[in-house]
């Protein structure tokens, strides 16, 4: 065999290979794309929380926007009948806190306190609340007074 016969033999082997090895690659690259698979589902979920409402009356239908606590005298107590709602869907455990008094002075001299405190409330659920004032009998210097309560909910 002449020496241009076994180039030309030598260049074709490598040709062939090359082919070879590039159809092995797409093959691959092919199959890899073919065995790729996917499916799409739904998912939903509900976030816990909690809501606390306040009502005036037992059947939840008067929103509790305002106390007045009428005329109190020094040395007395007072109290008011409220409904808390959990309108959440989680249970929650319940506190007051009172502040942004006017006058300043005003929790020297006058306390507000409740029978719910850490009380826990179902979701869904309510409970009656029952909220003190009590003025000191050493008040001095306030004839009126205001205050802002809060009621939180929690969740257990």
Not at 63 to 87: E, F, L, Q
Request: aromatic share 6%.
């Amino acid at each position: 065999m002449s020496e241009t016969s076994k180039v030309s033999l030598r260049a074709k082997t490598a040709l062939k290979i090359a082919g070879v090895s590039l159809l092995a690659v797409l093959v691959v690259l092919g199959a890899s794309g073919a065995l790729t698979s996917h499916q799409q589902f739904p998912a939903s979920g509900q976030i816990a929380g909690v809501g606390v409402e306040i009502y005036s009356d037992p059947g939840l239908m008067t929103p509790m926007t305002h106390i007045d606590w009428g005329i109190v005298r020094p040395g007395a107590s007072v109290n008011h009948i409220a409904y808390v709602k959990n309108a959440g869907n989680v249970p929650c455990t319940l506190s007051l806190s009172v502040g942004n008094w006017t006058p300043a002075e005003a929790p020297s001299y006058i306390s507000v306190t409740w029978d719910s405190e850490d009380v826990s409330v179902e979701a869904d659920g309510h409970v009656q609340v029952v909220i003190y004032l009590t003025v000191s009998d050493s008040v001095q210097g306030i004839d009126q007074f205001t205050s802002l309560m809060t009621i939180t909910g929690v969740s257990v």
